[in-house]
């Protein structure tokens, strides 16, 4: 199968499970998660119509800009572990930040912005699964309370919504509880009507359970394995 074909096949497989839970496809995003991947694979997934990708490491991705910075119309989002030493070139090649985990990144993230004269799309990622996933800030706690009263201040972030990876389970149903706890902790901050929180992204879902998290209000699948193929190893 060709990187266009597996993109028509993910996209069927988006359009059934949103029919299937009264929802719209329009709804949900595709992001082609591109690391690991060179950038021929990545220019196929361009020609086949795909505009939003994920890379996970800022070095990676710089290595690959020369060859996929002419894709005009193109949005490329980190959604992996952002460095404090990587914020500055993260702020300057990414349209967003979707693993956004602390404070202190948050606060370094938006002095970048602001010299860079952009306002960054920011998603927080949320770790559900404690000791499981390493990644994300917990909820609740001291530290995600503090991201949300600095948003405000934030003026160069833009927060659009939360993030997570589940613990990986073998069947795709074993991530559902997790992508509902997601659910629940946007509409709990939303009930709190924060001004400077935006709130509609759910990003959530991966290549075997992206169905899974339609059905539980995803609004942004993150889909490589299932486009791209096993990843190369590096
Ligand atoms: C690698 C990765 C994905 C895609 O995983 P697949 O199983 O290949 O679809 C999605 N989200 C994040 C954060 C990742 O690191």
Known sequence: MSVAQNIDAVRERIEAAARRCGRHSREIALMGVTKTQ??????????????????????????????????????????????????????????????????????????????????????????????????????????????????????ALEFQGLMTVPPYTADAEGARPFFRALRQIRDEVASRDLPSVGLETLSMGMSHDFEVAIEEGSTCVRVGTAIFGERPRL
């Open 38 to 155: 060179p950038a021929n694979s990545i220019i196929e997934a361009y020609q086949a119509g795909l505009r939003l990708f994920g890379e996970n490491r800022v070095l990676e991705f710089s290595g690959k800009t020369a060859a996929v910075h002419e894709l005009p119309g193109a949005e490329w989002r980190l959604i992996g572990h952002l460095q404090s030493n990587k914020v500055v070139k993260a702020a300057r090649l990414f349209q967003g930040v979707d693993s956004l985990e602390s404070l202190r990144t948050a606060e370094k993230l938006n002095d970048a912005a602001a010299s860079a004269g952009k306002r960054l799309p920011v998603l927080i990622e949320v770790n559900l699964g404690g000791e499981a996933s390493k990644t994300g800030v917990s909820v609740p706690s001291a530290d995600f309370e503090e991201l949300m009263r600095a948003a405000r201040r934030l003026a």
